[in-house]
């Protein structure tokens, strides 16, 4: 893994960083884990932002009324985070040209301080021609994959 942008010592992992070159970059390589908080707080943040008030993103009663453990995160709130880990990863001149995913769990999120987590790590899967690359991403939440067929393609410089 000579050459390529931050390896941690740790975990022997390349860590979101600063701009990743097309260069710098190597199938097979796997990306840092990062974490990301879910409050109750984060969620009616997005409700407003989003649009999407659905009850079972930030009440309770409601949720379980309808079969849910508890609140659940948007989806797309869960998609958000994975598309944030890939646009840290890639840094500021890269170009995200494909992004999509599959809603495998949902992320619940508990109503105390520390909320839910959701845990992101990557893997570089291909170099394309054009300075493409592909990333297979995984997002798990409480030991569960909360996406699947998690996929990115990011142009470098």
């Known amino acids: 893994m000579t050459g390529l942008t931050p390896v941690s010592k740790e975990t022997g992992r390349v860590s979101v960083s600063e ?17 990301y908080q879910v409050t109750r707080l984060s969620l009616v943040k997005y409700c407003g932002a989003s649009g999407d ?20 995160a948007h989806g797309m709130f869960t998609m958000a985070e994975a598309g944030r880990y890939v646009t840290d990863w890639a840094g500021d001149q890269a170009e995200l040209v494909e992004f999509g995913v599959r809603f495998s769990s949902p992320v619940v999120v508990p109503d105390d301080d520390a909320g839910a987590t959701i845990e992101i790590s990557g ?23 909360v996406l699947t067929r998690a996929r990115a393609v990011v142009r470098l410089p």
């Open 53 to 72: 008030f659905n009850v079972i993103h930030w009440n309770e009663r409601i949720a379980k009324s309808v079969g849910l453990p508890n609140v659940i």
């Open 19 to 35: 701009q990743v070159k097309f260069t710098n970059v190597e199938p097979g390589t796997e990306l840092a884990q990062e974490s």
């Open 123 to 145: 893997k570089i899967e291909e170099k394309l021609d054009g300075n493409r690359v592909v990333l297979a991403l995984t997002a798990r939440s409480s030991e569960s994959k």
